[in-house]
């Protein structure tokens, strides 16, 4: 039996993967049990709440009192400095390699199985020009963002992100279409195109296609399903204005980009999903559980995530009502399930659509 | 809490500058960031030292007492100030970020 290739990038130095291994049991630590920051922290705003005899009436409010306790404020310094630890040791570390690893991608660029699609003309619309959770350069701007996503998110998720673990296991939970008939699939805004390889290894038959705005999240997606073994195209293309054509897709996917996403473009893409989605076809949804469900700890964390950790459209995403949207675009949507995740506050929900 | 914040095109809520102060005394923030610089620092260190340690007994190649004695040579001793330096700089490169003014 042959071993899986490992596709993380290869770090620079032991002390570079130390360093991050740090940082990984530091966040668990801090966004976990070990400092405990929800628990105390809700607890007294449950407490505070009690007191004024009513609920925290909006974010500021209880921004305001959370920054009056001093475990508020170190929550924050602990929360922004680990974010910013992990970003420093990586950039770094892919730094001292930078031409290694750009070649690498140059080797792989025109190799199978599965093909990259670059635009050379492509434009960057003004809204996605965002550091988002702080990785340097954003999503696009540096050769190597790929890679650095693809370590950071595996430093973000704590373990469920060592080898596609947690693409797989939310793959595995979207719902065929009834009929049974699934030979096209679109994995929206598929960064290193993770979610892309779990589609076509559970429907192997199916042309699975992943698009995203950044070519270097592009290369390394096709990198990155070369090396697997998985016939998967890759495409720069905007998820709001895709290009297909009507009801071309028996599965169209969205893994977390809902949040990155400001309302007006929310909107585009469901439409967009929605033109391109062939009738009695899914539209599955991952992302952040809305406002209204939130604690109000969790209501604090979904602020602080969106201004200290550069996600500047996740409040409105989080208070938008996406099954009216859905609907309003003609999705018939299955009651929304909440994906419950320890710690971080960021708990996920599915929306299952069918498109009718 | 600092209060430099930039707004997208799009809207959305405003994203904090490059240097946010959390503990109302930058100094503090940066006291804060260094002592958990210093523990992943130390992290490296142990982590290194364990599998050190592990591979040298299985293969029997080293005592204890071999490592106590060590004296590096010329080159060695160059290499460690450099190794110094850069642990210097990782630790310490925090108090650059403390604004002058408040």
Redesign the interface.
């Known amino acids: 039996m042959s071993a899986v290739p490992e596709t993380l990038p290869a770090l620079a130095e032991?002390?570079d993967a130390?360093?991050l291994?740090?940082?990984e049991?530091?966040r668990e630590y801090i966004l976990g049990k070990g400092a405990d920051f929800e628990d105390r922290l809700n607890t007294v705003l449950l407490t505070e709440q009690a007191r004024r005899g009513q609920p925290w009436d909006d974010v500021e409010q209880i921004r305001e009192y959370v920054?009056s306790l001093p475990l508020g404020?170190?929550r924050?310094?602990?929360s922004?400095?680990?974010q910013?630890?992990k970003w420093f040791a990586l950039r770094r570390s892919f730094e001292s390699q930078r031409a290694e690893l750009l070649a690498e991608l140059d080797r792989y660029d025109a190799r199978g199985p599965g093909r990259l699609e670059l635009d050379p003309n492509f434009v960057h619309p003004?809204?996605v020009?965002?550091h988002f959770h702080l990785q340097p350069g954003g999503y696009y701007k540096d050769a190597l963002s790929g890679y650095l996503y693809h370590y950071g998110t595996k430093v973000f998720f704590r373990g469920d992100n060592d080898h596609d673990e947690l693409h797989a296991k939310l793959v595995a939970r979207v719902p065929a279409p009834a009929d049974g008939r699934v030979e096209r699939i679109l994995d929206l805004a598929c960064s290193i195109g993770q979610s892309s390889t779990a589609f076509r290894r559970r429907f192997p038959s199916a042309e699975v296609t992943g698009i995203d705005y950044s070519a270097p999240m592009l290369r390394v997606a096709h990198r990155r399903a070369a090396m697997l073994g998985d016939d998967v195209t890759f495409a720069q293309r905007l998820i709001e204005k895709t290009g297909y054509a009507d009801g071309q897709f028996d599965i169209t996917f969205a893994f977390i980009v809902f949040h990155e996403l400001?309302l007006?473009?929310i909107h585009e893409t469901v439409r967009e999903a929605a033109r391109v989605t062939r009738r009695g076809g899914i539209f599955a949804i991952y992302d952040f559980t809305g406002t209204r469900d939130k604690s109000p700890y969790q209501r604090y964390h979904r602020?602080f995530d969106?201004?200290?950790n550069?996600?500047?459209?996740?409040?409105?995403f989080c208070d938008c009502d996406m099954n009216a949207i859905l609907a309003d675009n003609g999705f018939e949507v299955a009651a929304a399930a909440l994906g419950q995740r320890s710690g971080g506050a960021g708990y996920m929900t599915n929306w299952f659509a069918t498109r009718v | 809490m600092s209060e430099i914040t930039q707004q997208t095109p799009e809207g959305g809520t405003p994203i904090a500058g490059e240097n946010p102060v959390y503990l109302k005394d930058p100094v503090l923030d940066a006291t804060v960031r260094m002592v958990v610089e210093l523990a992943a620092q130390v992290w490296i260190e142990r982590e290194r030292r364990i599998t050190l340690e592990s591979l040298l007994e299985a293969q029997g190649t080293l005592s204890r007492a071999a490592i106590e004695s060590f004296k590096p040579d010329a080159a060695q001793a160059a290499a460690l100030k450099r190794e110094r330096a850069r642990f210097i700089e990782d630790v310490f490169k925090e108090l650059r970020r403390i604004p002058p003014t408040v």
Do not use: C, K
């Open positions: 032991r002390a130390a360093y291994d740090f940082v049991g530091f920054h404020r170190l924050d310094r602990l922004r400095t680990q910013e630890m003004p809204y020009n965002v400001p007006r473009i602020w969106a201004r200290h550069g996600e500047p459209y996740s409040q409105d």
